[in-house]
């Protein structure tokens, strides 16, 4: 078992920043591909961002490339997602999930391990 809290969600203006961090327990971090979900109301959960257990490799969605990034730090068992000139748009629940895997994959059900999700609110 992974057991995976997230923190950091807020309410911030349009162009403003954020940094998610989700903090792994449980089974050994590194083993899992790491990845960041968003939900809004009334929408499907959506991917947002992946990244491979030794950190090396990282995907994203076009909707926040260029704009948002994630890292981990295994010696932490942390993983983050630095969010910059953040849109109404990113309004959403965000969580943070985990799979056993050597590929990083985009579709939430993947992944084995959720987080509670933290909310982010921007506003215009």
């Known amino acids: 078992q992974v057991q995976l809290v997230e923190s950091g969600g807020g309410l911030v203006q349009a162009g403003g920043s954020l940094r998610l961090s989700c903090a792994a327990s449980?089974?050994?971090?590194?083993?899992?591909?790491m990845g960041w979900f968003r939900q809004a109301p009334g929408k499907e959960r959506e991917f947002v961002a992946a990244?491979?257990?030794?950190?090396?490799?990282?995907y994203y969605a076009d909707s926040v490339k260029g704009r948002f990034t994630i890292s981990r730090d295994n010696a932490k068992n942390t993983v983050y997602l630095q969010m910059n000139s953040l849109k109404p748009e990113d309004t959403a629940v965000y969580y943070c999930a985990a799979v056993s895997t050597f590929v990083i994959v985009r579709t939430p059900e993947a992944y084995d391990y959720w987080g509670q999700g933290t909310q982010v609110t921007v506003s215009s």
């Open positions: 990244i491979s257990w030794s950190g090396s490799s990282t």
């Open positions: 449980g089974r050994t971090f590194s083993n899992y591909v």
